[in-house]
């Protein structure tokens, strides 16, 4: 079992800046492939930011230049720091990541609960 639990969501307003964490534990060998998904009210989950083990990331058009995404292995955590916020950027931000839990090579995906951003105008 691996559980995910984000941190870092709150109230900002539009210019400013939150930096989300998320950290995977339990049953853990290693952890390929992190991303951030975010959904609005109303709307389709979208992914956000990718990080791929080999250190390669990908952001949608919506935040190119503005958000940032990083890990730290040794601490199985995945961050996305965000600048110039606007209120578009107002949802819920879940982190997920591609985890191995033996040497076999089989993967899971595995989801953290959300954490609510709000961006005021």
């Known amino acids: 079992q691996v559980q995910l639990v984000e941190s870092g969501g709150g109230l900002a307003q539009a210019g400013g800046s939150l930096t989300l964490s998320c950290t995977a534990s339990?049953?853990?060998?290693?952890?390929?492939?992190m991303y951030w998904y975010r959904q609005a009210p109303g709307n389709q989950r979208e992914r956000v930011a990718r990080l791929t083990s080999g250190g390669r990331t990908n952001y949608a058009d919506s935040v190119k230049g503005r958000f940032t995404i990083s890990r730290d292995n040794a601490k199985n955590t995945v961050y996305l720091k965000m600048n110039s916020l606007k209120p578009e950027d107002t949802g819920a931000y879940y982190c997920?990541?591609?985890?191995?839990?033996?040497?076999?090579?089989?993967?899971?995906?595995?989801w953290g609960q959300g954490t609510q951003v709000t961006v005021s105008p």
């Open positions: 997920t990541m591609i985890v191995s839990i033996d040497s076999t090579g089989v993967e899971y995906r595995s």
């Open positions: 339990g049953s853990i060998f290693s952890i390929n492939d």
